[in-house]
């Protein structure tokens, strides 16, 4: 078995573990004393290795190593976990952890499901213009997950308020301010990160007609429908009648938008597969 084989089934289980180690807060007193420690440790070398795994694939091959849908949602996982921890350095979120830490495992484990077990690089060597194209669809895929996340949260502690139910779900999560601020805030990232991605792309496509590029792809109606749908999150709070409730509700449909696009790019039907 050789390193990549090794860090593609190691990579979920890490994750995995993660997230049930960050959903030890919900236990709260009874969490044991060694739990936090252990939760940070995890994350950080699932991270670590996961960062390795690109090193690797971007050695043995000489290319850009984002290459192909399954290495595309790998970055997309690892970017949503590193996103996570720096913005909850400052104001740690276990029990959000607990559903972050365990979408990315979900993620990689499709990706190790169906990624390559050696390094493969591109039949064209990607330039600087479509590196940049793909680190930022990365990184604005990553803030609209957690968007969707923190906005499906916030759904789960507004339902459990008018329930009139405080059990240890309602004690654990955080209010439902900080939860629309994490909608707002993570949706307006990938908003500007989307904008970028989305123009350069564009670019792209004019300046290379052998992609076949068209405005009536499906992919990029998706894509530029969530661009839309996610300004209108970000500045939710300016747009009358849109309150946090139907903001978050706004998320979680852009979330199932974003795995949706994902899933566009693993068929013949998105001009990326050409």
Not at 192 to 213: K, Q, S, Y
Request: charged share 10%.
């Amino acid at each position: 078995m050789n390193s990549i084989q090794l860090l593609t089934v190691i990579l979920p289980l890490l994750y995995f573990s993660a997230s049930s180690l960050y959903g030890m807060a919900y236990a709260e007193d009874r969490q044991p004393t060694w739990a936090a420690r252990a939760q940070r440790s995890v994350v950080i070398i699932a991270m670590a290795l996961h960062v390795w795994l690109f090193l690797i694939h971007n050695r043995e091959s000489g290319e850009f190593p984002v290459q192909g849908i399954a290495l595309t949602v790998s970055a997309v996982a690892l970017t949503t976990a590193l996103l996570f921890r720096v913005l909850t350095l400052r104001i740690p979120q276990p029990s959000v952890g607990t559903l972050v830490l365990g979408t990315v495992g979900c993620l990689q484990l499709v990706a190790s499901s169906f990624g390559p077990m050696v390094a493969t690089g591109s039949a064209s060597p990607l330039d600087a213009v479509a590196i940049l194209h793909i680190l930022m669809m990365v990184l604005a895929s990553a803030a609209l997950i957690l968007s969707g996340l923190y906005g499906w949260l916030h759904l789960l502690q507004y339902r459990q308020m008018r329930r009139r139910v405080f059990g240890t779900l309602f004690r654990n999560l955080p209010s439902l301010e900080s939860l629309s601020v994490m909608v707002r805030r993570t949706a307006t990232a990938g908003f500007v990160c989307l904008t970028l991605g989305l123009n350069v792309g564009i670019g792209l496509g004019h300046a290379r007609p052998e992609h076949e590029f068209k405005y009536r792809d499906p992919q990029v109606i998706l894509v530029t429908a969530l661009w839309l749908h996610f300004g209108v999150i970000a500045f939710s709070r300016r747009i009358p009648g849109l309150n946090a409730r139907r903001a978050s509700t706004m998320a979680i449909g852009g979330l199932l938008a974003l795995l949706t696009s994902l899933a566009l790019m693993a068929t013949n039907i998105s001009f990326h597969a050409s």
